[in-house]
């Protein structure tokens, strides 16, 4: 098994360019969630999914949207990228809610110029 | 919401003594309260857990501890390792879905 696996690894954007992050998980795993993780900040939840078809925010969702479309794929979008969206952008996913072990990707180095 | 306060941020040892990391938690409804270590690069991984109806729990040289009286909970590392080092978050649960994370705790063990 992959566990949990993100795509792309790093990217540079400019300010108002868009882009997706992809993860995907193959542990058949119902909920997933999006983390960022700035230097001091810890992990903060930016979105999450508690199944197919379903989101809901978290701590700081402005600036991004998701969707769950397929039970194994949970999308992090980015509409017009600003300075403050660089960061390193986490996946997890778990079996249920949060009283379950969550397995995390190996993160996206987001930076934008 | 939660809120999870860690300290210390910083944390250096030598090669065998034993490291504490403390976490105080707010909302008194919070009943799961995980460990994870990243190591460089790499995402966070969990290495211990706790539930609400526990007061210790001790895996090998690795121990967490939970009173739910003062929101407080420890995580323990005895006979410290050069590669127990690492960043260590504690969390909290809020709600039935989500984590509340500290702000992580930098752990150097030099041999």
């Known amino acids: 098994n992959a566990g949990v696996t993100q795509t792309p690894k790093f990217r540079v954007l400019k300010t108002g360019q868009s882009m997706t992050l992809l993860c995907a998980q193959d542990?058949?795993?119902?909920?997933m969630y999006w983390y960022r993780q700035d230097p001091g900040m810890g992990l903060r939840l930016i979105h999450y999914?508690?199944?197919?078809?379903?989101?809901a925010k978290g701590e700081v969702p402005d600036g991004y949207n998701v969707s769950r479309l397929k039970k194994q794929n949970f999308l992090l979008g980015l509409e017009s990228a600003a300075p403050s969206q660089t960061s390193v952008y986490f996946c997890?996913?778990?079996?249920?809610?949060?009283?379950?072990?969550?397995?995390f990707g190996p993160g996206t180095r987001l930076t934008v110029t | 919401g939660e809120n999870v306060e860690q300290h210390p941020s910083t944390l250096s040892v030598q090669e065998g003594d034993s490291a504490v990391i403390k976490c105080t938690y707010s909302?008194?409804?919070?009943?799961?309260f995980p460990w994870y270590k990243q190591e460089l690069g790499k995402g966070p991984q969990l290495i211990i857990d706790?539930?609400?109806?526990?007061g210790e729990k001790k895996d090998q040289r690795i121990a967490v501890t939970l009173n739910k009286t003062a929101k407080h909970f420890s995580l323990h590392i005895t006979e410290t390792q050069p590669e127990d080092s690492a960043v260590y978050f504690c969390a909290a649960s809020w709600g039935y879905s989500t984590l509340t994370f500290g702000k992580g705790t930098m752990l150097l063990v030099s041999p």
């Open positions: 909302d008194s409804a919070s009943n799961y």
């Open positions: 999914s508690v199944g197919e078809g379903t989101t």
């Open positions: 997890a996913s778990s079996w249920s809610g949060a009283s379950y072990e969550q397995y």
């Open positions: 542990m058949n795993h119902e909920y």
């Open positions: 706790i539930r609400s109806n526990v």
